[in-house]
């Protein structure tokens, strides 16, 4: 009688406590994006005050590694034991390991806090999507994806700004200590707002599989955060790591088959949408974690942008890809068709991309926001529609697994975008430098091929017309790749099959009896 009641009370009143849920659910998206963005604002002063330069990278890899290979465990978690209560846990893991950092005396504390603040921002996003998946038909699931899509776009514009403002006023320990106000907020309402059945299974964790992927991705991301930085690409260092990534992730996907209930269930790849989904999103990750390095990048060095407010110089991309993101949102709910999306938008991504890439030394601020914006609104196509797909592809016991393992490729393919596409940009502009400069210009990249403002200034002006042009030579090279690897996404959306989505078209029949078709099997209460 409690469910009735429970189920009546959601289809009464769906408007507003949708809106309230969808509230905490959005500060716990924005807690995940803002993070790193706010902390890079803050490392050149946290390295000042607690040395340990050498660690530096660690301080962000540390935290991407534990995020890496915890996300696809929180989303069985949540699948096995109930959305609301591993959510939380997550929540109050990321508020732990925020409030820890903000009070480290030394770069190693600093680098463990992070890994343990990682391990909580793991199951923050996929604990957005899956649950949304459980609260909202796919269908009517659109209209929400503006909200994300203007919740991402939010935190890498106004990351730096903040971080920066928190940093030269408060100090940089509030850069962590600013997420357990917010943290705290959105706990209060999920506790208070959300009710979500409980489950119970029987089954124990698949322990084996955890381990075999956990030291998979691990490895993966290390290659990609190593290679040509730390160690050269051929070193012995990096083979080891790719041996024992490949061995490790071979066995993880042999024990899948044999698991009692394993981490990622192979059957739901048997979905070919659900597959495609997983491709185009990696390509999404790889293309768009690499314009947002290298087009500051450029226009600081190039245009000579001030790099204060590095986050507005992505307005363009940002802003397109948020209206389109909107308008695919509302015209896949109001028609139910999605095929087009994946297509327009990975054709509007080449072409995007391919323009980034013909930017020189003379191109204006106007003509490459004008290619930025080309490339956002390919972007918004796809960044929700995939999610929104591969959740519509699999059954609502899997949802936890497939939020996970969607937000895992995706955040795999940033990583390799950023270790790829910077790697052709480092030897790009080391290159280009030695042609048009010589010896002072390989001695001036020796060290990275990203100088900041400060070391750029300090630069003959010969040595700094070279080292514009070889930024320029080195956009051109990573835009390119990315141009060419989106291809790839255009031949995997040809191949998506529209299948209806779930919930569409809600029936008077439904509503009256608590909804099968178009009302999803949880409930929301106010």
């Known amino acids: 009688m409690a469910d009735t009641k429970t189920a009546k009370s959601g289809a009464e009143k ?51 590694l534990a995020t890496a290979a915890s996300t696809p465990i929180w989303g069985k978690l949540g699948d096995m034991y109930g959305r609301k209560g591993v959510f939380m846990s997550s929540i109050v893991l990321f508020l732990i390991g925020s409030a820890l950092s903000g ?25 957005v999507m899956a649950i949304i998946g459980d609260l909202i038909p796919p269908r009517e699931r659109g209209k929400y994806q503006g909200m994300m899509a203007g919740v991402m776009a939010l935190a ?25 106000p917010l943290g705290a907020v959105s706990l209060a309402l999920i506790s208070t707002v959300l009710h979500l059945p409980k489950k119970r299974s029987k089954a124990g964790i698949d322990y084996l599989g955890v381990v ?3 030291v998979g991705i691990t490895s993966i991301v290390l290659v990609t955060t190593w290679g040509g930085t730390e160690y050269a690409w051929t070193s012995a260092r990096i083979m080891e790591l790719i041996g024992i990534g490949v061995a490790s992730l071979i066995g993880f996907v042999y024990w899948q088959t044999k698991a009692a209930e394993p981490i990622v269930p192979l059957h739901i790849f048997r ?6 989904m997983s491709i185009i999103g990696f390509i999404t990750g790889f293309v768009m974690f690499g314009a947002t390095l290298f087009l500051p990048l450029y226009q600081q060095s190039v245009q000579g942008a001030s790099a204060t407010n590095s986050g507005l110089l992505l307005l363009p991309m940002l802003g397109a890809m948020l209206v389109t993101s909107m308008v695919a949102g509302r015209v896949t709910t109001n028609s139910g068709k999605y095929k087009i999306f994946p297509v327009v938008g990975s054709v509007l991504m080449v072409i995007g991309l391919y323009l980034l890439s013909t930017m020189d030394t003379g191109t204006s601020r106007f003509t ?102 070889a930024v320029s030579a ?35 029949g439904d ?11 949880t409930m929301v209460e106010v």
């Open 14 to 64: 769906p408007p507003r406590s949708v809106r309230v849920v969808l509230l905490a659910l959005m500060i716990t998206m924005m807690l995940a994006m803002l993070d790193n963005m706010i902390v890079g604002t803050a490392m050149p002063t946290i390295v000042g005050e607690l040395g340990g330069l050498e660690h530096l990278s660690w301080v962000v890899t540390a935290y991407t």
């Open 212 to 214: 075999l992927l956990t």
């Open 511 to 521: 509503e009256a009896s608590g909804g099968t078709a178009s009302a999803p099997p």
């Open 156 to 180: 890498m514009i106004g990351g730096p700004l903040v971080g920066g403002t928190i940093t030269d006023n408060w100090g940089w320990r509030w850069s962590f200590y600013i997420n357990l």
């Open 368 to 469: 490459s926001g004008v290619f930025m914006a080309v490339v956002g609104l390919g972007m918004g196509c796809l960044m929700q529609i995939t999610m929104l797909v591969a959740q519509n592809s699999v059954e609502m016991k899997d949802m936890g697994v497939a939020s996970s393992s969607t937000t895992l490729f995706r955040t795999l393919g940033s990583s390799f975008g950023v270790a790829i596409m910077g790697a052709l940009f480092n030897n790009r502009v080391q290159d280009v430098m030695s042609e048009r400069a010589g010896a002072l210009g390989s001695k001036v990249t020796e060290q990275s091929a990203q100088l900041d403002a400060a070391s750029l200034a300090k630069l003959p002006a010969a040595a700094r017309e070279a080292y514009q042009h």
């Open 271 to 276: 979905s070919r949408n659900f597959t495609l």
């Open 103 to 127: 009070m480290a005396q030394n770069m190693g504390e600093l680098i463990g806090f992070r890994a343990i603040q990682g391990l909580g921002a793991g199951g923050l996003m996929v604990g």
């Open 474 to 508: 080195g956009t051109h090279s990573a835009f390119l790749l990315g141009a060419v690897v989106a291809v790839a996404a255009l031949v995997a959306a040809v191949f998506v099959k529209e299948v209806p989505l779930k919930g569409a078209g809600p029936q008077k």
